[in-house]
């Protein structure tokens, strides 16, 4: 069996597999100080946000997302986001934002990767 274009690009994209966060981590808009909502799947690329109102499309973030326990230290972590699609929960009131980072600092981005690894 050959291997199309389209399936070598999805194997592609699975190497970044989505870890699911059993625990709450609540994100917060470091400009306005607005809880935007929670994290639902994180990877070292981005995020998956669930919140009460809906996020603006295509926009730059600055982002705090709180953790629930200490991790090497720290009890939160700062990074820049763009919001790139969203979708309304079925039933309706929620909002699923899918969420691209332009910029991680280091302690951010070792604070992601060992979230990610321990899952």
Request: hydrophobic share 35%.
């Amino acid at each position: 069996m050959h291997n199309t274009v389209d399936e070598q690009q999805m194997n592609e994209r699975r190497k970044l597999e989505r870890h699911r966060v059993s625990s709450s981590l609540e994100v917060y808009d470091l400009d306005t100080g607005d809880l935007l909502g929670r994290v639902v799947d994180l990877h070292i690329e981005g995020l998956m946000l669930l919140s009460e109102k809906p996020i603006e499309m295509f926009k730059s973030y600055a982002l705090q997302v709180n953790l629930p326990m200490t991790l090497n230290g720290i009890t939160e972590f700062m990074l820049d986001a763009e919001s790139k699609w969203r979708r309304e929960s079925i039933a309706g009131g929620q909002f699923w934002t899918g969420l691209q980072f332009t910029h991680v600092p280091e302690d951010s981005r070792h604070c992601i990767e060992k979230m990610v690894a321990s899952r």
